[in-house]
């Protein structure tokens, strides 16, 4: 049997409840709806459910500790072609150790998933030090990035620490979604596609300026160093980035 699921992290624990309550031994994979190509196999969408979710996520953490959970989502993140089986593999073998799970890190499953979250946690350090909020003309603070991990709903947090008192959203441009911060709680949107560009604060236009000559100011030509830029500031990352415009 064949599991598919909306794409979100409760979806994704819905599924492996349901396929639990089946019987582990029937589930062949689970992954995205669209994902699912799979001719000879059964198939059947899980609608996500807080509960069974949070019925997973409450064992784990109980039986096996905060680290488990940690792996687990930051890895989820990640997005990786295999995660729908990995993942399970995972939870199955945290819950075998338990409380001894910390001591089994080197396991092929929990040390795929532990590399994959540790992907997610680097991407995100990267990209808290290199988001760029721009303000719009109506106020609100407007950060565009493209991550390769889904890193933003554990960015968001960061910010509504930072910025409290200010409206303000995270875009992954990727991917297609948001987190919406207005003053009070930050939510997880849909944002379309639009081509226009969103339409700057007059300030904004001036600081901008400001910074980006500041930028090329300070450079030292004979002192370029263009691998060890890349590295602290991957290439990748460098269309988001006011002063490489």
Not at 85 to 106: G, P
Not at 160 to 183: C, F, K, N, Q
């Amino acid at each position: 049997m064949i599991y598919t699921y909306d794409g979100s992290f409760f979806g994704y624990l819905s599924a492996v409840f349901d396929g639990w309550h089946d019987g582990v031994h029937q589930i062949e994979d689970i992954c995205l709806e669209a994902d699912e190509t799979s001719l000879f196999s059964a198939s059947r969408f899980v609608t996500t459910d807080d509960g069974k979710a949070r019925r997973i996520l409450d064992a784990l953490l109980l039986q096996c500790g905060p680290k488990a959970c940690h792996y687990l989502y930051y890895a989820f993140l990640a997005e990786q072609k295999d995660r729908g089986l990995s993942l399970l593999t995972y939870v199955r073998t945290a819950f075998r150790y338990k409380q001894d799970f910390l001591h089994h890190l080197s396991d092929e499953p929990i040390w795929k998933v532990r590399q994959w979250a540790r992907k997610t946690g680097n991407e995100r350090h990267k990209l808290l030090g290199l988001a760029r909020f721009q303000e719009l003309s109506d106020g609100m603070l407007y950060c565009r990035l493209k991550p390769t991990c889904c890193v933003i709903p554990v960015m968001a947090p960061h910010f509504v620490r930072r910025l409290p008192g200010e409206r303000w959203v995270l875009h992954d441009i990727r991917r297609g979604l948001g987190v919406y911060y207005d003053r009070e709680k930050p939510v997880m949107v849909t944002i379309p596609d639009v081509q226009a560009a969103p339409e700057l604060s007059a300030d904004e236009l001036a600081i901008e300026r400001a910074w980006q000559n500041y930028y090329r100011t300070i450079a030292i030509p004979s002192r370029k160093n263009e691998a060890l830029r890349r590295n602290f500031m991957p290439k990748k990352y460098w269309p988001t980035l006011i002063e490489m415009k």
